[in-house]
């Protein structure tokens, strides 16, 4: 991870990488650390491992290090110069998930024979316990070494997490299996475990737990691997976001074009950019005119024409012609960095969720000492053996670490996530179902998720005496000999409709007009009403009624003229998708309230909210439009301050901040990158419905893995009386332990019955 120093109005800001984080107990722990400092105030995020600290005067960023440091963790400061590139912070991780995965296959390997050596008598041949505790050694103390270490930090700190569950029980297990087989009876050649389920009072020297020790370590491995594979994620949006830029810029030096590096640009350069390149940096335009393709920033279809004195952002497209440009803003100044930046402080700023493993085993685990520890001094008190007390205490703390524990998140988490990328639904970690569950509102971005994000032909006026065939047919022909995505669209549209197009000679595009040829020996004018104007061509009454009724709902007006008169109006709009109505009520239907976010003009949102049911005059439903880009994340807080649980559903690089700053994001999957990058929840299909499904999904994985903890708990806790009354025999433990797996496997593959609306 990279860390990052500025200076903000409350003082100075740092962003610090942190490692050594097992959990969400431990952000919350380095957070209440680092804020017990005078003048700090910090924010840490387990899924992004990062800190953000404020601090001021009289505190050195060196203290800050320290006092993680204090903490049980690692801390690094920002370097001199330029942060590291990504690619070179993503090392340390992608080590760190490899040293898992190692850690998880050998586990794997060396955990199966020993748990059908346990739990299969006919297995058990001679020497079968010594082979075992061969196998177990490194899974205990190798493969299960992470565990270990965390919960001996969280021992120092007077904490108890999941880790010192899975590190107590399985310690006990494998230690009390040495000593039963080193000085008790266990180690014994021929001694076998035979499957008798009988409740006897017993000194346990000759009983060995090494099944449990083993498996216990491996389940719970499995499903740190699969969170830390998803937790990798997590600095992806900003790296797709800073791919979006041009590389190279040619530059004008003395008259001349120079190709550079973009990052080499500075203020005041002006630079090329031909039709089709992206523009390189923020600036204004100095010669030429075009229309700029600016949906992948802000997420609107239609193109914006731009000529000199016009701004032009980064990024974006040139969809027209040559175009000269003069640098105004570069580096970290461009609004796509501006827009990184807010990706980065929203996934800084989101609060993680904390395992609920991790809270049932903070209230659990201090539970189960103390009953073991009682468990041992009254046995003492009542005149027991030593033996006997030692194995009734040992006994409590291995039934107290559940098998079935390690398997239900995963579980759940693999046939839910399963289930859902067969209905195009990605899932990216069990943190992001919680969320599903609380949500009451969701905000709906408007282009690319409510409509198709593409202009099409949506209506044709025509003059009377005037056919709409020929019409369509001159129209499409003129138009497809140009680039400008509404001549597309038109194009596109005359062909459906029409067939086969004319043949086009003398094109000429009409600089911010239009364009005018001769089709089928006919000469043709298509662009605005300006353009006719210019050839003494008036729209009639009729079409410029068409015209203006098109422009009051944001749609866009294209007349057309041939023969020295006005002939035809074509209506070119971005289209609602035929799904999204059945969509927002299904919404409706799950207690959420719909929010319609656009940055067109209040027209365009009305008549789009009332086609799709959002606008539906029950108060159950709102329309906020005319909204920048880098505003929308400020939507979403808005809401949040009010009480609202936001889900937001988009699909464009503007809409990237706010996924990441809502409780819960959902991605189109036919949008950009960035944009999945930051949500939580991937939708494949193009269609809004999988929002619905996908919300109804993660509930219902959600309920599983909360009925899996119960079960997975309530069987050892049904079986601690019995070991505290030392009546636990080995072949109880291990039915327990399998039969509460079995459970929790069967409820989770019920999850492959999901069915999408």
Known sequence: MTAQVGTGPAGTEVELAISGMTCASCAARIERKLNKLDGVTATVNYATEKASVTYGAGVEPEQLVAQVEAAGYAATLPGPGRAEPAENSEEPEDQSIRALRQRLIGSAVLSVPVILLAMVPALQFTYWQWISLTL???????????????????????????????SMGTLAAFLWSLYALLFGGAGIPGTTHPFELTIERMSGDASIYLEVAAGVTTFILTGRYFEARSKRRAGAALRALLELGAKEVAVLRDGREERIPTDRLAVGDRFVVRPGEKIATDGVVDEGSSAVDASMLTG???????????TVVGATVNAGGRLIVRASRVGSDTQLAQMAKLVEQAQTGKAAVQRLADRI????????????????????????????????????????????????TPTALLVGTGRGAQLGILIKGPEVLESTRR????????????????????DVHVAEGTDTGEALRLAGALE????????????????????????VEEFANVEGLGVRGVVDGRAVLVGRPALLRQWSQELPADLAEA????????????AVAWDGRARAVLVVADTVKPTSREAVGRLRELGLTPVLLTGDNEAVARSVAAEVGIDAGDGMGTVIAEVLPKDKVDVVKRLQSEGKVVAM???????????????????????????????????????????????????????????????AFAYNVAALPLAAAGLLNPMIAGAAMAFSSVFVVSNSLRLRRFRAY
């Open 439 to 458: 949500v009451d509102t969701v905000v709906l971005d408007k282009t690319g998720t409510v409509t198709t994000g593409r202009m099409a032909l949506t």
């Open 136 to 166: 177990a050694a490194p899974v205990v103390v190798w493969a299960g070494w992470p565990f270990h270490k965390a919960a001996w930090t969280n021992l120092r700190h007077g904490a108890a997490t999941m880790d010192t569950l899975i």
């Open 480 to 503: 497809n000999a140009s680039e400008h995505p509404i001549a597309r669209a038109i194009a596109r549209g005359a062909a459906e409709r029409a067939g086969e197009l004319g043949t």
């Open 547 to 558: 015209a203006d009724a098109a422009q009051r709902q944001g749609r866009t007006a294209v």
């Open 361 to 408: 085993s903070a209230v659990f685990v201090p539970i189960v000492i103390v009953l073991a520890l009682g468990t041992l001094v009254t046995w003492l008190a009542v005149g027991g053996s030593a033996a006997a007390a030692f194995t009734a205490a040992v006994a409590v703390l291995i039934i107290a670490c559940p098998c079935a524990l390690g398997l239900a």
């Open 649 to 711: 559903v988009g699909d464009g690089i503007n809409d990237a901040a706010a996924l990441a700053q809502a409780d819960l994001g959902l991605a189109m999957g036919t949008g950009a990158d960035v944009a999945i990058e930051a949500g939580d929840l991937t939708l494949v299909r193009g269609d809004l419905r999988a929002a619905v499904d996908a919300i109804r999904l993660s509930r219902q994985t959600l309920r599983t893995i909360k009925g899996n903890l119960f079960w």
């Open 300 to 310: 609107e279809s239609v193109p914006v024409e731009v000529r000199p004195g016009d």
